[in-house]
């Protein structure tokens, strides 16, 4: 097919409100990933909290941002995903800024400190209760803006947005940091969400297959959660991918602590970590070409291998790089570390774009008419989970083996340790229902 065909098949592939949404998912995943690289240093350095309990906070907010979709996609394809969107990106705004706000001296009497961690977890899970409506509102979208032909590439163009907002948010993150303070970052987050609302209120229009269809009643539209849940082997995968999304959610946990204590406060963490997301921007799409015939299983067993892979070669080099410095341009110059980390990221970010897309379109394959947002939501339930408990989870190992023992190699073994673990439930489940099947 040559670039006029491919560029015609973009064109009539897919409708207006495909665009709009993917346009307005690349803005909240700007104002999600610019927090969420600095949220364990915001925690632990601006607001004084342990450890542990930057983990625990993490873990709540990430686990419900989520876990909260396979309700909220319930709730998007009962009344709309224009008004889910507005919902969400109101809410999504007020909830940036609250949580900015705890950092800044001019709020620091509405916000006692012997109650901050309490007021600070109702804040956090209003926020994520916004944010929830989000995935699977866009996701449903594409699956009903989208032709039978043009699907695979528009889950794979959504696909690619999500990591451009990925690698621009930490980018922007980063300055906003050096410049102003860590705690503005939350107020660009919630300035980015502020213009998605009214762009929501402009621009998106409901599709049309979500307006002829006939809903059903909440009651049954809550049942069908149950159902799915029942559906052993499905949820079995879903468990073992959710040891997949624990590993990763280390590099937003454990990285930035690694970063500030042991390399130096002012390295660029928000940009190493934003690695992975410029990967993918650059090689999601012909990735997706070339390894389309692949069984999805396989190709998350293979992103498996490489996230486990990513983290024994940063336990290997980095003992080997700390304390060499290396000039990185208009950056400056750095310990040696960082490009090791960098590297790291980019072998876990290969494996990812491999399975990724794949995934989501699995899923679509499997939602009945009119629950397209309903099982899109489940396709996050592992993202959850390794939230829920990735944040505890990095922030007790960084506790025990770098605050205390001071032995933070430790840290990197346990995390391939769980890469390995999940690797090998992969094949198993592969072998086990080797078979063809839908699931």
């Known amino acids: 097919m040559n670039i006029s065909a491919s560029m015609q098949k973009v064109k009539s592939g897919f409708q207006p409100s495909f665009w709009v949404a993917n346009f307005m998912e690349l803005f909240e995943r700007l104002a999600y990933y610019g927090q969420a690289t600095i949220l364990s240093l915001f925690l632990r350095d601006h607001l004084k909290f342990s450890e542990v309990e930057a983990g625990q906070l993490s873990s709540i907010f990430g686990g419900l941002i989520y876990l909260l979709p396979v309700f909220a996609g319930a709730l998007a394809d009962k009344f709309g995903f224009k008004k889910a969107f507005s919902f969400a990106f109101f809410v999504l705004a007020i909830g940036y800024f609250l949580i900015g706000s705890t950092g800044m001296e001019l709020f620091s009497s509405f916000y006692p400190k012997e109650h901050l961690y309490w007021l600070l977890t109702v804040i956090l899970i209003f926020t994520a209760i916004g944010g929830s409506f989000i995935k699977p509102s866009v996701l449903g979208t594409v699956a009903l803006t989208s032709t039978a032909e043009t699907k695979s590439l528009g889950y794979a163009i959504y696909y690619w947005l999500v990591n451009i907002g990925a690698a621009l948010g930490p980018l922007l993150a980063f300055f906003v940091r050096d410049l102003i303070g860590i705690q503005f970052v ?81 390295a660029p963490i928000e940009i190493i970590i934003s690695i992975g997301a410029w990967t993918i921007i650059l090689f999601q799409i012909p990735v997706n070409r070339l390894t389309k015939h692949i069984p999805t299983r396989q190709a998350i067993v293979f992103g498996f291998a490489l996230a486990a892979l990513s983290w024994l070669f940063m336990y290997l080099a980095l003992p080997l790089a700390l304390g060499h410095v290396v000039s990185l341009g208009f950056l400056g110059s750095y310990d040696l570390a960082i490009p090791v980390l960098a590297t790291g990221i980019f072998i876990f970010s290969i494996g990812e774009q491999t399975q990724a897309p794949r995934f989501y379109e699995y899923i679509a394959d499997l939602a009945p008419q009119g629950q397209a947002a309903l099982f899109q939501g489940y396709a996050f339930l592992p993202i959850a989970i390794a939230w829920g408990f990735g944040g505890t989870i990095g922030g007790l190992l960084y506790h025990n083996f770098a605050t205390v023992a001071n032995n933070p190699g430790l840290i990197f073994l346990s995390i391939f340790g769980i890469g390995v673990v999940a690797t090998i439930l992969m094949v198993i489940y592969n072998f086990i229902y080797r078979k063809p099947s839908k699931v």
């Open 186 to 266: 939350y107020i660009v987050s919630a300035v980015s969400c502020t213009l998605m609302f009214f762009a929501t209120l402009i621009f998106y229009k409901e599709p049309e297959a979500n307006l002829i269809k006939k809903s059903d009643g909440l009651l049954i539209v809550f049942r069908n959660l149950f159902v799915v849940l029942k559906n052993f082997k499905f949820m079995i995968f879903l468990l073992i991918f959710s040891l997949y999304w624990l590993v990763f959610w280390q590099e937003f946990i454990v990285l930035p602590f690694y970063v500030a204590d042991y390399i130096s406060k002012e």
